[in-house]
T-cell receptor, first 114, second 116 residues
Framework: KAGVTQTPRYLIKTRGQQVTLSCSPISGHRSVSWYQQTPGQGLQFLFEYFSETQRNKGNFPGRFSGRQFSNSRSEMNVSTLELGDSALYLC?????????????FGAGSRLTVL | DQQVKQNSPSLSVQEGRISILNCDYTNSMFDYFLWYKKYPAEGPTFLISISSIKDKNEDGRFTVFLNKSAKHLSLHIVPSQPGDSAVYFCAASGRNSGGSNYKLTFGKGTLLTVNP
C-alpha cells in the first residue's frame, strides 16, 4: 500500500512568487491535513479537508490556501511568498474510523524562499 | 500561546537504559494525546496514543503515562536502542478542534540520542 506522496520534495522560490504543493493521500483516506514545520515553531496546523470541504483552518494568513479534489488528492498554495514561509510542509491523511487523530504523514515538501 | 510544551529540546541516553520524554499541556479541552517520531528527511510516524479516560497505555517497549491533574504526559522507552534516535513530538487534540479529530496541536519536539 503506497504511503502519502508529496511533490515536489524540494523547491526554491523568491519573495513575491507563489507556490503550489501537491499531496496524494493513502488510497481510501478521505481526510487530508496540512502542517508547516519550522525550527522555531515546530509543527503548526494549516488546514484539513474532507470530501473536498475544508473542515478546519489554522491561524495562518489568507496567502495560504488549499483545496481537495474528488479523488481526495489535495493541493496547497502560498501566494506572495515571504522569507518566513521557508519551511517543511507536511501533508497527512487519515482513514475514516481509524481511531481519532492518527495521521499518516508524507515526507514533506521543503520550501526555501530567497 | 503554546498549548503543548516539550521543555527539553534534547535528551541523550545510553543503549539499554530508559528514555523518558516529557510533555505538558495547558488546554483542558484536550482529550487525546499522541506521540510521533521523526527521522531526518522523513515525515513523522505515529508511535503511541492515549485517551484522557486512561492514565497509561503500553505498546511493546513504549509506554505513555498521562497525569490529567498535572496536565502532563510522558513517554517511556525501555530498553532504549540506537535506532530510537529521532525527534519525538507530543501532540494533542480535543473538543476545541472545530469538530474535527484531525487537528493536532504539536509540541516543538525533543531530539533523543541513544548512544551505543
Amino acid at each position: 500500500k503506497a504511503g502519502v506522496t508529496q511533490t515536489p520534495r524540494y523547491l526554491i522560490k523568491t519573495r513575491g512568487q507563489q507556490v503550489t504543493l501537491s499531496c496524494s493521500p493513502i488510497s481510501g483516506h478521505r481526510s487530508v491535513s496540512w502542517y508547516q514545520q519550522t525550527p522555531g515553531q515546530g509543527l503548526q496546523f494549516l488546514f484539513e479537508y474532507f470530501s473536498e470541504t475544508q473542515r478546519n483552518k489554522g491561524n495562518f494568513p489568507g496567502r495560504f490556501s488549499g483545496r481537495q479534489f474528488s479523488n481526495s488528492r489535495s493541493e496547497m498554495n502560498v501566494s506572495t511568498l515571504e522569507l518566513g514561509d521557508s519551511a517543511l510542509y507536511l501533508c497527512a491523511s487519515s482513514a475514516p474510523g481509524s481511531g481519532a487523530n492518527v495521521l499518516t504523514f508524507g515526507a514533506g515538501s521543503r520550501l526555501t524562499v530567497l | 500561546d503554546q498549548q503543548v510544551k516539550q521543555n527539553s529540546p534534547s535528551l541523550s541516553v545510553q543503549e539499554g537504559r530508559i528514555s523518558i520524554l516529557n510533555c505538558d499541556y495547558t488546554n483542558s479541552m484536550f482529550d487525546y494525546f499522541l506521540w510521533y517520531k521523526k527521522y531526518p528527511a522523513e515525515g513523522p510516524t505515529f508511535l503511541i496514543s492515549i485517551s484522557s479516560i486512561k492514565d497509561k497505555n503500553e505498546d511493546g517497549r513504549f509506554t505513555v503515562f498521562l497525569n490529567k491533574s498535572a496536565k502532563h504526559l510522558s513517554l517511556h522507552i525501555v530498553p532504549s536502542q540506537p535506532g530510537d534516535s529521532a525527534v519525538y513530538f507530543c501532540a494533542a487534540s480535543g473538543r476545541n478542534s472545530g469538530g474535527s479529530n484531525y487537528k493536532l496541536t504539536f509540541g516543538k519536539g525533543t531530539l533523543l540520542t541513544v548512544n551505543p
